[in-house]
């Protein structure tokens, strides 16, 4: 068994906190002495711009690459394309918009629920967590994140309608489960952009947890809104190292204990399982 645990940072909708999410759980878990490669599968590239890479034109491999290169059958070279950002002290493998064509070739390769996993495979005993950010859809890259991942994330801000949508994504997650990866499992749903003087916030969490509480974990912790996140994103820095005495860095390491104390719960149960086979 492999000592990663790939976390695929998924939700169909748009403007809910992945990206924030992905690069503040994964600075968090570096901070707890845990190496940590962010997967940027969104070709919006907001990830790989936010950790301080604007010229991805400069950049000679990204995602779009790797998934290119297992789709002509060719050498696979994911360690040439990793970043290392020095100040958050995480890796990341970039993305560009040209991952969009990259998404739609994908479609007619082989085995193309697997492009991504494949791409991960050589590096994956590297690092204790691979964070993938997902593009806010339910298209080939989401797939190939969660066939590859270990467990998801799902961050949603409290609104009716973000709420809502969260039947597709479940559907498709059991999807996943039956026909291509059956280990996969929901860690909780995160909710992000709270504002908690709303009634609004306070009735959608309340229902989030009356309509899906009973079987999938919500987090007692709640990512609060707050300025300080854009303004770090356009500083190029994680809400941990722009603010990080502030609420949401909080937040976040609290989210990051709980992710930890799931993945050891999760090795112990393969240690037994394994023991009592």
């Known amino acids: 068994m492999s000592k990663c645990e790939v976390i695929a940072i998924a ?7 992945k990206t924030t999410t992905t690069l503040s759980l994964g600075v968090a878990l570096a901070k707890e002495g845990k190496k940590v490669l962010l997967v940027d599968a969104d070709p919006q590239a907001n990830l790989t711009t936010w950790m301080g890479w604007y010229d991805q034109d400069s950049l000679s491999i990204t995602l779009s690459t790797l998934l290119f290169q297992y789709m002509e059958d060719k050498s696979i070279t994911s360690k040439e394309s990793i970043l290392h950002h020095k100040e958050e002290n995480i890796d990341i493998i970039p993305s560009t918009i040209r991952l969009a064509k990259t998404e739609s070739d994908l479609n007619n390769a082989m ?11 050589d590096i994956k005993d ?25 467990k998801v994330i799902i961050p949603v801000q409290p609104h009716y309608l973000a709420a809502k949508g969260m039947t597709d994504l479940l559907s498709t997650i059991t999807r996943i489960r039956k026909q291509i990866n059956p280990q996969l499992k929901i860690d909780g749903i995160l909710l992000t952009l709270v504002d908690n003087r709303t ?9 989030l947890k009356e309509d899906f509480g009973k079987f999938i974990k919500i987090y007692d912790t ?6 300080k996140v854009a303004e ?25 204990k709980e ?9 112990k149960t393969a240690v037994i399982n394994a023991i009592t086979r």
């Not at 939700?11 to 906190?17: A, P, S, Y």
């Not at 690092?127 to 991942?149: E, H, R």
């Not at 709640?222 to 300025?227: F, G, K, L, Q, V």
């Not at 190292?241 to 609290?254: F, H, P, R, T």
């Open 111 to 121: 085995s193309r629920e697997y492009a991504l996993k494949n791409c991960l495979s």
């Open 11 to 17: 939700n169909q909708k748009g403007g809910v906190g």
């Open 126 to 150: 590297n690092y204790d967590y691979i964070l993938i950010d997902c593009n806010p859809s339910l298209g080939m890259l989401t797939i190939n994140s969660l066939a590859c991942a270990d």
């Open 259 to 267: 992710v930890l104390n799931n993945g050891n719960e999760r090795k």
């Open 199 to 207: 009634n609004l916030a306070k009735d959608t969490a309340k229902q």
């Open 222 to 227: 709640t990512i609060p809104m707050a300025i």
């Open 232 to 256: 770090s994103s356009s500083e190029g820095k994680s809400i941990l190292s722009y603010d990080k005495n502030g609420k949401v860095a909080e937040a976040y390491c609290s989210i990051a």
